[in-house]
């Protein structure tokens, strides 16, 4: 249970991110901006997509931090002079491609705009995943991996732009079809898991159906490829 003070504090923190929203609603549109307007991304994905967090979605976030940090005994340290650099998905864009093949150029291309922009990469790339037979791609790709329980997959990046105030973004780079998967777990399934067992079980069964398919579409575009080196 939070004290007196932990309940203002958390509510002096939420007021602080509503009060700066237009900030970071204006780094998003930026960072899609500069992606959208780069030739060498454009061409291999389909859609950015901006999202900036809920005000109640934080409070919700801060309170699970403190029950965690009361749990381990360790003290809260949430202030605002560091809740927009420990507190890092408040503004997030995600680029929508259609197959794994893809994340290598996108991967070159944001390199190269983080240079150009001096965008600063605090975390990442990093790619979540739960397929282990896909590990090997990512690592051979440069790409650090991390194997999750839930069954999500994406690219991650904590980006923060050059200038003075600090602030944070997060760039999750991922497939059309992980993006259903995505939006209908986090409809149904987030940020509480959901009560219903049969619901969490076809969630589970949905993940597995939209990466078969990914695998398949994979697949198609190697055959592709593969038909193309053998006519020069």
Not at 91 to 117: K, Y
Not at 201 to 227: G, K, P
């Amino acid at each position: 249970m939070a004290t007196r003070n932990q309940k203002r504090l958390i509510e002096e923190l939420v007021q602080h991110y509503r009060d700066s929203v237009p900030e970071f609603k204006k780094l998003a549109r930026a960072l899609k901006y500069q992606i959208v307007g780069s030739p060498d991304l454009r061409k291999h994905i389909q859609l950015v997509r901006i999202r900036v967090k809920d005000p109640n979605h934080l409070r919700d976030k801060l309170y699970r931090k403190l029950e965690e940090a009361t749990n381990k005994g360790r003290p809260f340290n949430y202030s605002i002079k560091n809740l927009f650099v420990r507190i890092n998905d408040l503004a997030g864009l995600r680029i929508i491609h259609l197959h794994t093949q893809q994340i290598i150029p996108i991967r070159d291309g944001l390199q190269a705009l983080f240079e150009e922009e001096k965008y600063r990469v605090v975390e990442g790339p990093t790619a979540r995943i739960w397929d282990e037979e896909y590990k090997r791609f990512f690592r051979e790709a440069g790409i650090a991996t991390k194997t999750g329980k839930t069954l999500y997959t994406s690219v991650h990046y904590v980006l923060r732009p050059n200038r003075k105030t600090p602030i944070t973004c997060e760039l999750q780079v991922r497939t059309l079809l992980e993006e259903v998967w995505g939006e209908v777990n986090h409809e149904l399934n987030y940020p509480h898991e959901s009560e219903i067992l049969a619901c969490r079980e076809q969630l589970a069964v949905l993940a597995r159906a939209t990466w078969s398919c990914n695998r398949l579409i994979d697949a198609i575009y190697r055959t592709r490829d593969d038909a193309d080196k053998r006519r020069v």
